[in-house]
């Protein structure tokens, strides 16, 4: 957890043994942030070392004129910028490794966020054989260093030239992961239970493509709301038990799991229409 925690040592830690990582360099003061930033140029990424998450704690410099509203934005926090990746797709692989030290990826999924808080993840993701098990061998070579136990979530970008790269490591079941209740014989919640007890881990293969998507509460609006209801065949909601809503708070998700007729697209499809069937109101309205 010590080197997880703060994204910097995070990064290190990774590059130290080898695991693809973007360019990242510490900063110490605004002089210094002005001074580094030449090396990477724009846009920029700088971001804080601890207790980030959701794009919090980040700010994307496009230009020099953005450098000392950036620094102000962090506060005062300990910093580190990183090059900003032109990637083509954000993706995860959820990989567990237990007390005896075996290690288990599920297949890579695709994710796919809105004002940098996840809002679909597509299991398993649109991408080539090649990139598939890419991803898993960065994964499981991630777990092999970190020699932790429990089930981790480890997000990568998919470059445009198809290199992947760690975005970041999160030492617990993943949001990316909730798909693998309605499309894995072992769902990432089982699998963290037999990782650190040092059971046998379980089957990882998706037996049905599954789309995730998030209910977040929406903008304007924060307080006590009436329940989320869906009946519809082969669609699976959980809802969080979140008494209150607020702008942007993950209050439940959905699964979406297909038929052995259906395609991707034609979940996707099924996803835009059962979207637009929630609300989250208030609970007098």
């Keep these: 957890l010590q080197i997880i925690q703060d994204k910097f040592t995070q990064k290190s830690f990774l ?17 210094d942030l002005q001074n580094k930033i030449k090396n990477f140029g724009f846009p920029a990424l700088l971001k804080a070392r601890r207790d980030a998450y959701d794009g919090r704690g980040n700010y994307k410099i496009n230009s020099e004129s953005e450098i000392s509203k950036a620094f102000e934005f962090i506060g005062n926090r300990a910093i580190f910028l990183e090059k900003f990746v032109d990637f ?33 993840t597509i299991a398993p993701a649109r991408v080539s054989f090649a990139i598939s098990e890419k991803a ?61 007890l040092g059971l046998e881990l379980g089957d990882t293969t998706i037996l049905h493509p599954t789309i995730m998507y998030n209910i977040l509460g929406p903008r304007g609006f924060q307080g006590k709301y009436m329940p989320v209801k869906i009946d519809e065949e082969n669609v699976f909601l959980k809802m969080y038990g979140k008494e209150e809503s607020k702008p ?38």
């Design 15 to 31: 590059s130290e043994n080898n695991i693809p990582v973007a360019e990242f360099i510490e900063i110490e003061s605004l002089s």
């Design 88 to 120: 083509k797709m954000e993706v995860s692989v959820i990989v567990a490794r237990n007390t005896r030290g075996e290690i288990s990826a599920y297949p890579i999924v695709e994710n796919i966020h809105e004002e940098n808080i996840l809002r679909m």
């Design 136 to 196: 898993k061998q960065i994964a499981t070579k991630t777990m092999e260093v970190l020699k932790g136990a429990g089930v981790f979530g480890i997000e990568m970008f998919v470059t445009k030239n198809d290199d992947i790269l760690i975005n970041e490591i999160a030492p617990r079941v993943h949001n990316s992961g909730h798909h693998t209740l309605e499309s894995s014989k072992t769902s990432q919640f089982e699998q963290h239970l037999r990782a650190i």
């Design 248 to 285: 942007k708070r993950k209050l439940g998700h959905f699964n979406v799991v297909s038929t052995e007729s259906q395609s991707i697209p034609q979940l996707l499809e099924r996803i835009n229409n059962l979207k637009n069937q929630i609300r989250i109101v208030p609970e007098n309205f």
